[in-house]
């Protein structure tokens, strides 16, 4: 049974660069989150779809980051242009909509590193 | 605003023992508290999820508790052994209109062979 899967697991980008980070949902899970860990700051959610609709991006930091759900299968978090501070660890996690006690599940997250 | 806060930030001990984690939250008005695990490099596995009317949870040598009233929870971890080595991390839904987590900090457990 696959995971949530994110691509890629690594970054590495120059400032100003623009950036994309794709992620999988579990087949068949209708709610996607995006979070952002650093040492600072620890686990952020920066914003989360149901059924492939925004509904909170009150934790996207700035305009340059944006995020979309094209279809349930996909999601891309852009950062553009990006900056050092935005280096971080970004994981994707999914969960079934509506079942508020189902757990999240994560994927294994992309290293972002902003030179 | 509800803020979660864990304590000790690490915590070594040798194989064996039993341990607690501590979990603390500022607003009692929570849907449901979960902890997970969280080892170097990889994302995070959900441990035990307590609903807000539950007390505790168990799942083989891991046991959580939930305390509404005064904010806290706890992850026992009984038989301690090196594999536990890993982060644990608590987080709250704070109601069940949205699915938002809000994650301590965690703890990093180390358990010496």
């Known amino acids: 049974d696959a995971g949530v899967i994110q691509s890629p697991r690594h970054e590495v980008t120059e400032m100003g660069q623009e950036v994309t980070l794709r992620c999988k949902p579990i087949s068949g899970h209708n709610s996607l989150f995006w979070y952002r860990q650093t040492m600072m700051r620890g686990l952020e959610l920066l914003i989360y779809f149901n059924n492939n609709v925004p509904i909170d991006d009150s934790g996207m930091p700035e305009d340059r980051f944006s995020a979309k759900m094209p279809n349930a299968s996909f999601s891309t978090l852009k950062i553009q242009p990006s900056e050092p501070r935005d280096s971080a660890v970004y994981f994707c996690?999914?969960?079934?909509?509506?079942?508020?006690?189902?757990?999240?599940?994560f994927g294994d997250g992309t290293r972002l590193s902003i030179l | 605003k509800q803020e979660v806060t864990q304590i000790p930030a690490a915590l070594s001990v040798p194989e064996g023992e039993n341990l607690v984690l501590n979990c603390s939250f500022t607003d009692s008005a929570i849907y449901n508290l979960q902890w997970f695990r969280q080892d170097p490099g990889k994302g995070l596995t959900s441990l035990l999820l307590?609903?807000?009317?539950?007390r505790e949870q168990t799942s083989g040598r891991l046991n959580a508790s939930l305390d509404k009233s005064s904010g806290r929870s706890t992850l026992y971890i009984a038989a301690s052994q090196p594999g536990d080595s890993a982060t644990y991390l608590c987080a709250v839904r704070p109601d069940g209109a949205t699915n938002k987590l809000i994650f301590g900090t965690g703890t990093l457990l180390a358990v010496q062979p």
């Open positions: 307590i609903q807000s009317s539950q």
């Open positions: 996690a999914s969960s079934p909509q509506g079942l508020y006690n189902q757990p999240q599940h």
